[in-house]
């Protein structure tokens, strides 16, 4: 059999974004004002088609698993996670379309930056070790510092940008670390070839338990840069300022598909390397516990919707983190399911909401304070109500897909004998739950405020966003998953 | 397919109302579809088969095949009357708002909430059960977040909060109980014995999650504010028909799945129950405000078919079955009353009120026989489920039985002096032409009226069908294993043998 096509194949969503990318930045030098206007549909077309491919290849029989040498895996899981990134990607594109034009920036670098971002997960998540991680890894945040700090002239928007990039190098380097470390000691980039050396290889190895240290120690510091990347606390820091500064449709982005990203590969670290019994069960558990309840207790002090959506994202990260933690133990698919359904389920509810914000805020998001959007739903009843789903499904409700996110996880602590864990984890929802419905509750207060003006009405594109979300919201809890 | 058409119809129709182009139409709709609810849940009726203990009309599909989830439905003699008392209160509490909304959002909540208490009281999957459990929640926030008083903000959380704090410990128990057992299948669970020190913190979980709701004093935090803000009919589904969910949880759930944990907790929940029903009574002499009175009743009320439920033999445990019932029938009543007497009056104030029962002797009629009900008049619905309880509680603790007697004397206190202030003396000072009810209050109180004499003259007609249930899915699990205590296991039987005769000659 010929390898390169297969390889061509397989990875077809990822030449769609990369060519999807270099093709933006073309347009608007050829065509000028006519690219630049038509930026957003080219980019959604090139995402639909890496949808596409992705969605054909979870219906082929058999995946094509390790490419190029091993550096690349295509799997279920894999395509799963391209495919969530490419959702995250879409959705962004949708609702940054009418936000740039109504903030008068409309240019194409953002799309490409957007293309060469998603471009960068899919290379992230489809790694298969750790310097292909490392290059999907960088290619991502250097594309999304930029996007970050899009709106340069605006203070909030820079400042977020240089805290952004300055912890995301930071982190980079405790990364590199973690791979020197594990490479000096066993010699292998690869991930199946290094699990194979912690189980086998390092046993036979005199002075064993001396080498194991470095193993912890390589551990530790890939949890470390990649903690700072999904913002675990303590290395949560940036993240509350970075969402809350950015472009609200480009704080989605980052909050879902960047953090979708970085965790996949989170997860398939720990769920097929270092998935025997070690320190970090109890290390991401503490991670968990922390960041779960910081981000929460801080999110219940916020009176700023943005705001409290910054710290509440910190708190999801928390619950991803339960689900890696107890991920020893369990089959690497059960934890991978569990993790990917997850961040499907946040990426919509989450994408969604920062949508919201984009449009209910109103030029330069001026009000995003709870008490500006006070009585929305009498005067937009559609818009109100996709708030309120968006917000149940954060809060973890049933029937919406935020529940079934939680269930699979807590499931996950529960049966790996992490039942203290899962009740700090329902405990944190409990108290994300009083925000939650705090801020869903003051779409039906009554006030004698006169009607905001200047709420633009929904365009098809952002109309076709929301439904996306609310319907994703309500219903991914019942569609068969791919594996 | 019965039992998943009375789900499925009112989510649809809860799906239909709120895209229906046209407003107006949408309340006959709403109507429409619970009547055909209605209609089609007789079948549940007539279709029993009384001989049988299991679930009946069972259906099952995949939900979440890679975890064993099914979409499995079933009812029992326990559950079917409660599923009849929803899809019967349901037409009612529509028909009841015709005169104050005219918004779609509210009959599309209503029959959301119709769906959900049905799915919960119909689920034998316990995921399935959670689904539905929790999804009663979205309806119940907007009925009371959107229609609310002026408190509802402050009442929404409070309750919704309230009520999740115990259903998520309910989930991570449940997590528990479905990990040990590898299956979702109440059927198998029920089977499964769990060990002693699991059986504890398993029965606390799921109790914290039923008690809250039914509730037990003193986790009734929630119920005044959201009982008085929330509009009428939603106060009916919350008092009628959501409170009752809990105490069928305990019955389900809590009692057979740890009846070791249940057995040690009895005596301690049995004087929460008393506590409650006491406090509730007192609490609602000294009220101001009517409806805060009959939402203190109610409490008051829902105290006693703890007591019943936790006395452990099937006297009691039919007591506080029928107990629900009559206590869904009379408060829905008496709620759907109070919304049409703060339509007319515009407050809940008792001082707003006085000598109504020459203006409106219709009106006036109807709450004095619903009270009658909710006192225990002999031959009304309120009698025979007390004294069932009090008779099997009487066996098992007499200091208790004799104190909650109390709770009756204050009972027919309040109601009756909430029945003179507002219907009796001079009429209140603020004149305003009052009129009686209309055709279709009037239309909507009869099928009450009717059921709780009912209820009250032949009990037997509700008791027989949940009998063989009761005994089977409860009493059965709560004795101890055969092999070990041949003995005790006979006094028990001697004892529910003994028992049932005077079950059925109440």
């Known amino acids: 059999m010929n390898a390169l096509p297969l390889e061509l194949t397989a990875l077809a969503p990822l030449w769609f974004v990369v060519a999807g990318a270099l093709t933006l930045l073309l347009l608007e030098v050829l065509f000028h004002e006519a690219g630049r206007r038509a930026a957003p549909l080219a980019t959604l077309t090139f995402l639909l088609l890496a949808l596409g491919s992705d969605f054909r290849l979870l219906s082929l029989q058999g995946m094509p698993g390790a490419l190029f040498q091993g550096s690349v895996v295509i799997d279920l899981y894999s395509v799963t996670l391209q495919a969530i990134c490419a959702l995250s990607a879409s959705l962004t594109v949708l609702f940054s379309s009418s936000y740039l034009k109504r903030e008068k920036a409309v240019t194409g670098e953002y799309y490409a930056l957007i293309l060469l971002a998603t471009a960068g997960m899919m290379v992230l998540v489809s790694a298969g070790e750790f310097l292909t991680l490392f290059v999907g890894l960088e290619l991502m945040s250097i594309a999304g510092y930029i996007l970050a700090g899009y709106f340069r002239n605006k203070e909030r928007s820079a400042e977020a940008a240089l805290k952004y990039f300055l912890t995301g190098v930071f982190s980079s380097a405790f990364l590199l670390y973690g791979i020197a470390v594990l490479y000096g000691v066993s010699g292998t980039t690869h991930f199946s070839e290094l699990r194979l050396f912690i189980e086998k290889g390092l046993p036979a190895l005199p002075g064993a338990a001396s080498q194991m240290v470095f193993i912890y120690l390589g551990a530790a510091l890939l949890v470390v840069g990649l903690g700072f990347k999904v913002a675990l606390a303590p290395f949560h820091g940036w993240a509350p300022d970075v969402y809350d500064g950015a472009a609200a449709p480009v704080s989605g982005f980052l909050s879902t598909g960047v953090k979708a990203a970085a965790f996949g590969i989170f997860a398939r670290l720990f769920a097929e390397v270092f998935s025997m019994p070690g320190p970090w069960v109890a290390a991401l558990a503490t991670l968990a516990v922390l960041t779960m309840t910081l981000g929460n207790l801080s999110a219940l002090a916020q009176t700023n919707l943005k705001r409290m959506l910054a710290y509440s994202s910190v708190a999801h990260a928390g619950y991803v983190a339960v689900g890696l933690a107890a991920a020893t133990g369990s089959p690497a698919d059960v934890v991978e399911r569990a993790v990917a359904f997850y961040l499907l389920a946040y990426t919509l509810m989450t994408a969604g909401v920062f949508g919201w914000i984009a449009w209910a805020s109103g030029e330069g998001e001026k ?18 109500l996709a708030l309120a789903v968006f917000l149940f499904s954060l809060a973890g409700m049933t029937p919406m897909a935020g529940f079934f996110g939680k269930y699979f996880l807590f499931k996950l602590a529960v049966d790996n004998g992490l039942v203290w864990l899962a009740v700090v984890a329902v405990l944190n929802s409990f108290v994300s739950a009083y925000y939650y419905l705090r801020a869903a509750m003051q779409l039906y207060v009554r006030t004698d405020k006169e009607a905001k003006a200047g709420l633009k009405p929904i365009s098809w594109g952002l109309f076709t966003a929301f439904f996306i979300c609310v319907l994703g919201s309500l219903i991914a809890g019942f569609l068969k998953f791919p594996f | 397919m019965i039992l998943s058409l009375l789900i499925g119809l009112p989510l649809a129709g809860a799906l239909l109302v709120s895209l229906f182009p046209w407003e107006k139409t949408t309340k006959a709709l709403s109507f429409l579809v619970s009547l055909v609810v209605f209609i089609f849940s007789l079948g549940l009726y007539t279709q029993f088969d009384l001989s049988n203990a299991g679930f009946q009309f069972k259906e099952q599909y995949d939900l979440v095949p890679a975890l064993g989830i099914h979409y499995a439905v079933g009812i029992d003699g326990i559950s079917l009357w409660l599923v009849l008392l929803t899809t019967f209160l349901v037409p009612l509490v529509l028909l009841g708002g015709f005169g104050s909304f005219a918004q779609r959002g509210y009959y599309a909540s209503i029959l959301l909430m119709e769906a959900a208490v049905v799915g919960a009281l119909a689920s034998t999957d316990l995921f399935l059960f959670y689904l539905f459990w929790e999804l009663m929640l979205i309806p119940a926030f907007f009925l009371i977040g959107l229609w609310g008083g002026e408190n509802k903000v402050k009442a929404t959380i409070r309750f919704i909060l309230y009520t999740m704090f115990g259903s998520l410990l309910m989930l991570v128990a449940l997590l528990y ?43 009734h935090g929630w119920l005044p504010e959201a009982y008085t803000e929330a509009p009428a009919g939603g106060t009916v589904l919350l008092s009628a028909i959501m409170v009752k969910l809990g105490a069928y949880g305990l019955l389900r759930f809590c009692i057979p799945l740890f009846p070791v944990a249940a057995k040690a907790f009895a005596p301690w929940i049995m004087i929460l129950a008393v506590a409650g029903l006491l406090h509730g009574a007192l609490m609602a002499t000294l009220q101001t405000n009517f409806k805060k009175v009959l939402a203190y009743s109610s409490l008051s009320h829902m105290g006693l078919i703890v007591l019943g439920l936790f006395t452990f033999s099937l006297t009691g445990l039919q007591g506080g079955m029928l107990q629900m019932i009559s206590h869904g029938a009379y408060m829905a009543g008496l709620f759907l009353l109070a919304g049409m007497m703060v339509e007319r009056r515009g407050s809940y104030e008792m001082s707003d009120f006085g000598g ?151």
């Open chain 1, 367 to 384: 009000n995003s304070n709870f008490s500006d959007y006070q009585g929305l739903a009498y005067r937009h009843p559609g818009m109100g």
């Open chain 2, 356 to 506: 109504w029962a020459r203006q409106t002797p219709v009106l006036a009629t109807a709450f004095l026989w619903l009270m009658a009900a909710a006192v225990g008049l002999p031959g009304f619905a309120g009698f025979v489920g007390e004294i069932l309880v009090l008779v099997s509680a009487y066996q098992v603790n007499a200091v208790l039985a004799l104190i909650s007697i109390l709770g009756f004397i204050f009972s027919a206190w309040y109601l009756f002096n909430l029945y003179g202030k507002i219907f009796l003396g001079p009429v209140s000072a603020k004149k305003k032409t009052i009129v009686d009810l209309n055709a279709r209050e009037i239309l909507l109180l009869l099928p009450l009226l009717v059921i709780v004499v009912f209820i009250g003259l032949s009990p037997n007609f509700f008791l027989r069908p949940m009998e063989k249930s009761l005994q089977a899915n409860v009493i059965e699990k709560l004795k101890p294993a055969p092999a070990m205590t041949d003995f005790a296991a006979d006094q028990l039987r001697l004892q529910a043998d003994a028992d049932k005769e005077k079950g059925k000659h109440p």
């Open chain 2, 177 to 219: 109980v479905t990990h040990e057992v590898k299956s979702f299948d109440y059927v198998k669970i029920a089977d499964h014995i769990f060990a002693d020190d699991a059986q504890f913190w398993c029965f606390l979980a799921f109790g914290l999650a039923f008690f809250i709701k039914v509730p037990l004093f003193p986790l």
